[in-house]
């Protein structure tokens, strides 16, 4: 199975702040990488797909980049609504497996 | 509009089967695959399975090989997540998320059905 790490597992950042998420997978999953936004008590949103095209309706300060085995997700300039908890996703080969989630917090 | 609808939170004793429906509208059902992902309270996101709405093909995780099965039914556009033999540690909130594209993505999530087992 292919192991997604996210770092960190926890970032806290105020309003306005640049914020970057780090997803690593223990292989090469080529450009099959989700990014999801999910706030508390509900469903996933998909933001960012093939690691860098940004999903329809989701804000332009999210973006996506990498390659091979290391991936971002960058806010550039942080909102009160993108405090939540973000989760990378690999759908190269089965067992589909998400990395354990980060969560972004106010400070 | 593109919808998916599950059905309504149960509550399970241990070694009752549940079965959970994901209902959609809004699209052509047998061009997009449907996946179950699972997330226990407090914790993160557990991919389960896979279906072809397609032929009905399956993939299951490993895990929950044996007690998953995932079925679909076209002519009301519903997949089905029927787990048998459900034990404490399967509570969790179960979602169908549509997949589109060569590259497989999750773009479109029913909102989720919690699914507690206690005796």
């Known amino acids: 199975d292919i192991q997604m790490t996210q770092s960190p597992s926890s970032v806290s950042a105020s309003v306005g702040d640049r914020v970057t998420i780090n997803c690593r997978a223990s292989q090469g999953i080529a450009r099959w990488l989700a990014w999801f936004q999910q706030l508390p008590g509900l469903a996933p949103k998909l933001l960012i797909y093939e690691v860098s095209n940004l999903h329809s309706g989701a804000p332009f300060r999210f973006s996506g980049s990498g390659s091979g085995t290391d991936f971002t997700l960058t806010i550039s300039s942080l909102r009160p609504e993108d405090f939540a908890t973000y989760y990378c996703q690999q759908t190269h080969s089965f067992p589909y497996t998400f990395g354990q989630g980060t969560k972004l917090e106010i400070k | ?119």
Request: hydrophobic residues 30%; charged residues 20%; aromatic residues 10%.
């Open chain 2, 1 to 119: 509009q593109v919808q998916v609808e599950q059905s309504g939170d149960e509550v399970k004793k241990p070694g009752a089967s549940v079965k959970v429906s994901c209902k959609t509208s809004g699209y052509s059902f047998s061009s997009y695959g449907i996946n179950w992902v699972r997330q226990a309270p407090g914790q993160g996101l557990e991919w389960m399975g896979w279906i072809s709405t397609d032929n009905g093909a399956t993939k299951y995780a490993e895990r929950m090989q044996g007690r998953l099965t995932l079925t679909i039914d076209t002519s009301t556009r519903t997949a089905y997540m029927e787990l048998t033999s459900p034990r404490s540690d399967d509570t969790a909130v179960y979602y169908c998320a549509r997949e589109k594209g060569a590259v497989p993505t999750f773009d479109v999530w029913g909102q989720g059905t919690m699914v507690a087992v206690s005796s």
